[in-house]
Structures are given as C-alpha cells and as structure tokens.
C-alpha cells in the first residue's frame, strides 16, 4: 500500500473523560470511533495504541529501543482523521481501476482474491491508496514491471508501506520489498499484521526482531512500527492518523 509520539501515557490517560465530551463537540467523530471512545481506559488505549499496550512487558532498559513516541498524536487528531476514512455522501472513497500495467486500466467492479494487479482507492478529496502485489513466489509474472516502474516512477508518492506478518516476522521475501525500497530511497513504514494471532510474548518477541532490524538494516524506513489487527482493529485508527499525517491532510 502507497500514499502519499505514541502517546505520554499517564498525562493523557487521566486526562480522557474531558477530551471525550470535547469530541463530541467539536469534531463530526465518525459513530466507530465514538464507539471507541466509549471504552474503558485499557482497552482504548489497547485497540488505539497496540505498541504502548506491550510496552508495560518490557525491561526498563530495552524500551529505548522501540520507538513508541515518534507519532504521537492527541485523540482530538486521530477523531479527525478518522472522519477522512469515513464514507459520507460528500466524502465518497471509491474503488477506481485495477491495471496490471499502468497503462492498462480495464474497468473491473472490485478486486477479488490475492492481489495481482495494481488497484486504486480514491478516499474523497484527499488522497488515493494503491494496493500493490504482493513480493515473492506468489506475485505476477510482470511484478517487477509494475510495482517497480511505479514506485521509480511516481512523483506524488508519499509513503510506501510493506506488510509483515508478525507471526512469522522478517521473511526472505520481505527482504525482496525492502531492499527495493533501499535502493530506490524510497521513504517507507514497516505495518506489522495479524497481531491479534500471536499470544503477547510472541508478539512482543517479533516486535523486538523487527524494531532491531529496522534500527540497524534499514535507512529509508520510518522507525516506529505500526502493528495492526483487520479482526480486533487494533491499531487501524493509529496508521490512518499517520496516513492522514504524512499526506498533509491534518494540517
């Protein structure tokens, strides 16, 4: 996926009745995130901040290695980037071609399966997602290309995310996407998936793994991880803050 600090946990925690009914005043919060503001404190801070959740499982002297508050934003910037992911008659995100070359864009209703074409999401007027094809043994024959003449090629790009599993962690094929991203000097962010598949010491095990990977392999890659869950939703809100972020849309 294309486009284009966590938080100071004991000031903001105590401080999140007030900013709830703040909220609720001054920003159109979208009814999912309103849900989630609704949480007790624990469980918001687990499904919004995933990284600090885990946070409380390690040794004082390795937690300066992960890097938990590089974005940090309020509840009040998440609510309003929320809104921008929100589907809405005037904020219409919309599903726009799937070309297995850029200058091939048949007209298809929506991508089905495992991903082997190139496919656009317009989110209304702010910017679009592209969902490229995954790197390895099951990519398209022409992946090279595709995704490499994009990424070379597109002037507009903000970021480049790669997807990792973190139940397996740094696999040979992800090496093929990063050291892509290396080469190219393409800015990039590691999103670490399926979170919600591993017990917490494995996950905190593979967080580690790849933080230590991030912070001495890598030069293009923005050093703070985003672990995710598409099952608990742990973590969505955070990275589409940080898209929302990077694309200047929060400004």
């Keep these: 996926m294309a486009a284009p600090r966590l938080r100071r946990a004991t000031q903001r925690l105590f401080a999140m009745s007030a900013v709830r009914g703040r909220l609720r005043r001054v920003y159109s919060t979208s009814h999912a995130f309103a849900e989630v503001l609704q949480l007790p404190k624990k469980q918001m801070t687990k499904l919004l901040y995933p990284l600090q959740e885990l946070e409380q499982y390690l040794a004082p002297d390795s937690r300066s290695d ?16 929320d809104t921008i992911f929100t589907a809405t008659a005037r904020n219409r995100i ?26 656009f999401f317009r989110v209304g007027k702010y910017f679009t997602l592209v969902d490229m094809p995954g790197y390895g043994y099951r990519s398209p024959k022409d992946f090279v290309d595709m995704v490499e003449a994009y990424l070379k090629e597109r002037t507009n790009l903000k970021r480049t995310f790669l997807l990792v599993d973190s139940v397996v962690g740094i696999q040979k094929t992800d090496n093929i996407a990063i050291e892509m991203c290396e080469e190219f000097a ?10 919600d598949k591993s017990s917490k010491g494995h996950l905190l095990k593979q967080v580690l793994q790849i933080q230590k990977f991030v912070n001495t392999q890598t030069q293009g890659c923005f050093p703070q991880l985003f672990p995710i869950s598409a099952v608990t939703y742990s973590g969505i809100h955070l990275l589409r803050c940080f898209i929302a972020n990077i694309t200047g849309n929060l400004n």
């Design 94 to 119: 919309d599903y726009l071609s799937s070309a297995v070359r850029l200058d091939h864009a048949p007209d298809l209703p929506w991508p089905e399966g495992h991903t082997k074409k190139m496919n």
């Design 186 to 195: 393409l800015p990039y962010v590691m999103v670490l998936t399926k979170i």
């Design 66 to 81: 992960l890097h938990l508050r590089i974005f940090d934003p309020s509840l009040e910037t998440i609510a309003r980037a």
